[in-house]
């Protein structure tokens, strides 16, 4: 019997107008779900990553994965017009 693979993925927490958490997780292009809160966007993340996975296994398509990517973050200043 396989052991457990770990796989990391990044994952993008947008707060909503409405309240909660849209999720999406840019390695698995159309990988979006919701929660109504960081927790459960969290667990609803886990499970939306799931499912996608499944699809790909059943599909026979390979898994990636984020492992070795870097994330940040840039403040541009960018000239806004009134025109």
Do not use: R, W
């Amino acid at each position: 019997m396989l052991g457990d693979k770990f796989l990391k993925y990044n994952v993008v927490f947008n707060p909503e107008p409405e309240g909660g958490f849209t999720v999406t997780v840019p390695s698995l292009p159309g990988c979006v779900t919701y929660g109504k809160d960081i927790e459960q966007a969290t667990e609803m993340a886990k499970e939306a990553i799931q499912l996608y996975l499944e699809s790909l296994k059943k599909h026979h398509e390979e898994f990636p994965s984020d492992e070795k990517s870097l994330i940040g973050s840039l403040d541009l200043k960018y000239p806004f017009s009134n025109a």
